[in-house]
């Protein structure tokens, strides 16, 4: 019997490899000829931080469908966690492909305000699930800031 679980990280698997397989090399080339802010000293990290930023947002899925599977209002909540997810994992297409950093500036901020709407949806329903969105609510402004570092660092790929 497939469990719920297996669907949720399923979905987040498929994505997460869908979106990063459409990467160029030319797009991927450009992102590492960019200069980086001095203190940017953990970005071998960057892959292990956002495994465990959508480990725990799937996690948080998971809960809110099991509370009550089925129903127009999960579906709705299942579908937030879906476009914050399309939005997250679109940065690295979208900016390398554009070679914009502005691109990734943007989407890094649309991915925080769905992930603070999605906190606020959550909280009444369970507390455990929209805590689970916590490492995202800490991580993506870091990000975010990052990416408008590189923006000042690399005026002419704004």
């Known amino acids: 019997m497939i469990r719920s679980w297996m669907v949720i990280g399923g979905v987040m698997l498929g994505l997460a490899f869908a979106l990063g397989s459409v990467t160029t090399s ?30 725990c947002a799937a996690w948080s899925a998971y809960i809110i469908w099991e ?10 909540l299942m ?4 476009l914050l997810e399309v939005v997250t994992l679109l ?9 914009r950093i502005r691109v990734g500036l943007w ?8 992930a603070i709407a999605l906190f606020i949806m959550l909280l009444p329903l369970s507390r455990p699930a929209a805590w689970l969105l916590l490492p995202y609510l800490i991580w993506s402004p870091i990000g975010t800031y990052t990416t408008w570092e590189m923006m000042q660092l690399n005026p002419e790929e704004a």
């Not at 579908?79 to 879906?82: E, G, H, I, M, P």
């Not at 940065?91 to 070679?99: D, E, F, K």
């Not at 989407?107 to 769905?114: H, P, R």
């Open 26 to 55: 030319r797009g991927r080339g450009w992102f590492r000829r960019l200069r980086r802010p001095d203190w940017l000293t953990f970005e071998k990290f960057i892959p292990v931080i956002w495994t465990t930023v959508f480990t």
């Open 79 to 82: 579908a937030t966690y879906l």
């Open 107 to 114: 989407l890094g901020a649309v991915g925080l305000v769905v």
């Open 91 to 99: 940065y690295t297409p979208l900016m390398l492909g554009a070679r």
């Open 67 to 76: 509370r009550e599977p089925g129903t127009s209002r999960t579906w709705g």
